[in-house]
């Protein structure tokens, strides 16, 4: 077995804003360019850090929706986020309602070597995303089209109405042309024109639909607030799942 | 209320240790309940950053930065184990 | 480093004169906790002082809350920087709730529901210093914010006053309570910036 590496220490870097579009009205993908960059897993996430004027500093952590840096354009040094605006927060308004492409905010990272997928898993894969918490997920998505890998994938994505729903027609186009992706979503407060279950949390019942059977032993990852991450959590123990097979990230409800 | 678990420390201890320590498991000094250190459950944010087991809820771990210094208490593990690169 | 970004302004504070060095004044009244915050029942609400003898006094919330109070207003200091003014609360003081104790203890540990801890040097709880208190402006003392009752020792770091009291313990030396044994400062005077140990 080949002897550890150490990377050395990890610390701050800037950041420039290159691009920027919305994924729903209050969420924002930024497109960072961070020089040296030198890629990272899917599910892995950067801690972003804003200073003002006086001083005063903020830091969250928010998860890279990309794939890794092995995409066709080159783009190395570019570290993509999904940036979800809560109402009362501290960093995600002005994230996503005052940067600008061509600004500069701190970043540390790639981190977080546990919630990850790598494609030498050789399991099927249940993805179960509340809310915002889809954005390490759709990394995972988007590294297994990337490379065509061939472990059968399932999102179940929660979100409140169909408007809320991030990367919408990216999925369709995925379900369509990555062979073995499904999605599933759960409408929590309004659903679209003919869906015909009501709105609802996610339950039992759309789990063991819409998830692999526990004696299929997949790999789990559930992302979202803490309350949906314990009930989805709890679901797939229920249904026979191995602890050990289930990996959780909970995302900060507030700031 | 609790919002966040151990992914979200990945970052600081990361400045501290040149491996990524969520990914280690911990023995909890209380329960014995092991696991990744992700998956501690994550209080205190500005003042520090208390890790304690989802199973018995005791302080697993404790980071506290000052300016020039980060003090980490891991009193309430007995047991960190990190996985070397490559495995 | 730090790299400025123009437009952020993050949480409602300012730089005013006559703070605590690096403190800003806050408007809000962030909430900091160690862990999940103990709903206690006030009829299984108690406070326990027990001397460095072993001697103990219990008050139930009733004999407590019966107890002469004192109504004030001060100025808090958190460590993590913000700064309140002129806040009102209502709380029995330690110098009542230590007049009859016999004891030569110079030191104490104040004691919570859920097990956080905060030493407390006994001279920095006397003589009008030092309150547990049970409203704050003019209503009961919520939950997050430490009720039923919470230690207020207001010339301190605010982690020094205790939320979700349930007893104090007279020590003849002194101990760390919970942020001290971390790292934070075993005495912690804002006037003096004694954040960290070693500061």
Known sequence: ?255 | MMELDGNAMAGELREIFAVDVTAARYTCAGCGHADAVATLLLWGRDMGRVGRCPHCRDVVLRVVHAPDRIFLDLRGTVRLELPLAGS | MGIISRGFGGRRRESVPGLPPGQYLTHDFPVLSAGPTPRIPLDRWNFTLTTETGEQKRWNWQEFTALPHDDVTVDIHCVTKWSKLGTTWRGVSLDTLLEDVETAADYTMVHSFGGYTTNVPMEDLLDGKAWIAYKFDGEDLEPEHGGPARMLVPHLYFWKSAKWVNGLQLMAEDEPGFWEAAGYHMYGDPWLEQRYQGD
């Open chain 1, 1 to 255: 077995m080949a002897r550890a590496a150490v990377p050395g220490r990890l610390t701050w870097r800037a950041a420039t804003l290159a691009e920027a579009r919305w994924e729903t009205p209050t969420a924002r993908t930024l497109v960072l360019d961070v020089p040296g960059w030198a890629g990272h897993l899917p599910g892995q996430h950067v801690d972003v850090r804003l200073t003002a004027p006086d001083g005063y500093s903020a830091q969250r952590s928010y998860s890279i929706a990309a794939a890794w840096a092995a995409d066709k354009t080159g783009d190395g040094g570019k570290v993509e986020l999904t940036v979800q605006r809560l109402d009362d927060g501290e960093v995600s308004p002005f994230l996503t309602d005052v940067l600008e492409v061509g600004e500069q905010v701190e970043l540390r990272g790639p981190v977080g070597g546990w919630f990850v997928w790598r494609p030498s898993q050789p399991a099927p894969v249940v993805l179960i995303a509340g809310g915002s918490g889809v954005v390490p997920l759709m990394a995972m998505i988007r590294a297994r089209g990337a490379i065509k890998a061939k472990q059968p994938f399932r999102l179940l994505y929660s979100v409140r109405t169909p408007g809320d729903a991030c990367y919408a027609e990216e999925l369709t186009r995925r379900v369509r042309d990555d062979a073995g992706l499904d999605v599933r979503y759960i409408y929590t407060r309004k659903t679209p024109d003919g869906w015909t279950d009501p709105p609802k949390r996610i339950d039992v019942a759309t789990i063991n639909t819409y998830g692999w059977p526990a004696d299929f032993t997949p790999d789990c990852y559930v992302c979202g607030p803490t309350t949906f991450v314990e009930a989805a959590a709890d679901i797939l123990v229920a249904l026979g799942h191995d602890p050990k097979r289930i990996r959780t990230e909970r995302f900060g409800g507030t700031s």
